[in-house]
C-alpha cells in the first residue's frame, strides 16, 4: 500500500485541508498519514479563527512520520507562515522526502487568509525548490509570477516565471478565466500541456484545490509520471464535483466518497 503524507491546516467542517486530504487519499487506495500546520474554524460560509502549530510542533510531527512511516508522496497545503515554512523544507530536505506536490494555499475559496503576506517569499524560497510539482489557481500563480493573469498566454508566461524558481513541474489551475471550458496548464521543463474539460455546473467546490494536488500525489506515488498523474487526478476531481453533493448553507464541499 502506497503512504500519503499531507502537511496542511484542519477544516474542522471536513471539506478542504488535512479531512479533505485524508479523504481523498483513502478512496485512492492509500495509507494516509498527516502533520497538521494549524487549527481552523471554518465552514461552507467563511473562515472565523485560525490557531497556528508552534514550529517545534510541526518537526516533532515530520519527525514521527519520516522515522517510523516513510511516506511515498507528500502533499503541502496550508503553511500559514515563515517558520513553518522553513521547518517543513528542512526537514523534507534531512529525510529525503519524494513525490512532493505543493499548492501554495494562500487564501481560502471564502476569502480567509490561510498564509501570511510575509510568508510569501519564504515560500519562494525555501519550498519551491524543494517541490516535484506545484499547483497554484490563477490567483496564487500570479503572485508567484508577479503578472496579472487573464488569459491562457498569460498563464504561459506566468509557468515561465515560476519555472525560474523552481525545478519542478508547475500545473496553473485556470478554472476562473471565462469560458466553457476549464483550462489548467502544466508546465513541465519548457513542454507545455494543456488539460482542457468542460465545466461542471456546481457552485459547491469548496476543497477543490486541496482535493486535486492530493490526489495528483496518489498518482505520482503509484508510479503515474507527471501528465498522467494530473489527468488521472482531474478525472477524480470531475467525478466529485458531478456528484452534486449539497451541504452548508454557503460554497459546499465536494463528494470525496464518490467513488464507493
Not at 96 to 114: C, F, I, K, T, Y
Not at 121 to 128: F, H
Not at 170 to 196: N, T
Request: glycine share 8%; aromatic share 4%.
Amino acid at each position: 500500500m502506497n503512504k500519503i503524507l499531507t502537511i496542511a491546516g484542519s477544516d474542522c467542517s471536513g471539506g478542504a485541508g488535512i479531512q479533505a486530504d485524508i479523504k481523498t487519499i483513502t478512496v485512492h487506495k492509500a495509507y494516509a498519514m498527516s502533520v497538521i500546520t494549524a487549527l481552523t474554524a471554518q465552514n461552507t460560509l467563511g473562515v472565523s479563527a485560525i490557531q497556528q502549530a508552534t514550529p517545534q510542533f510541526v518537526a516533532s510531527q515530520l519527525q514521527a512520520v519520516f522515522e517510523d512511516i516513510p511516506p511515498d508522496a507528500v502533499k503541502i497545503g496550508m503553511t500559514f507562515n515563515s517558520e513553518i515554512i522553513m521547518t517543513i523544507a528542512l526537514n523534507l530536505r534531512r529525510y529525503q522526502a519524494r513525490n512532493v506536490v505543493l499548492d501554495p494555499v494562500m487564501v481560502a475559496e471564502s476569502g480567509g487568509r490561510l498564509l501570511q503576506e510575509e510568508a510569501v517569499a519564504a515560500l519562494q524560497r525555501y519550498l519551491l525548490p524543494v517541490a516535484d510539482m506545484i499547483t497554484p489557481n490563477l490567483h496564487e500563480a500570479g503572485i508567484l509570477s508577479g503578472l496579472t493573469i487573464n488569459d491562457e498566454a498569460d498563464m504561459v508566461r506566468a509557468a515561465q516565471i515560476i519555472s525560474q524558481q523552481t525545478p519542478a513541474a508547475i500545473l496553473i489551475k485556470g478554472g476562473h478565466l471565462p469560458g466553457d471550458e476549464a483550462s489548467d496548464l502544466l508546465y513541465i521543463q519548457d513542454q507545455v500541456i494543456w488539460f482542457k474539460s468542460p465545466r461542471v455546473d456546481n457552485p459547491n467546490s469548496h476543497g477543490t484545490g486541496c482535493t486535486l494536488s492530493s490526489a495528483i500525489a496518489c498518482q505520482l506515488a503509484a508510479g503515474c509520471p507527471p501528465a498522467k498523474a494530473v489527468y488521472k487526478a482531474k478525472q477524480f476531481l470531475l467525478r466529485a464535483l458531478k456528484a452534486q453533493l449539497n451541504l452548508g448553507r454557503g460554497k459546499g464541499p465536494l463528494n470525496h466518497c464518490c467513488d464507493l
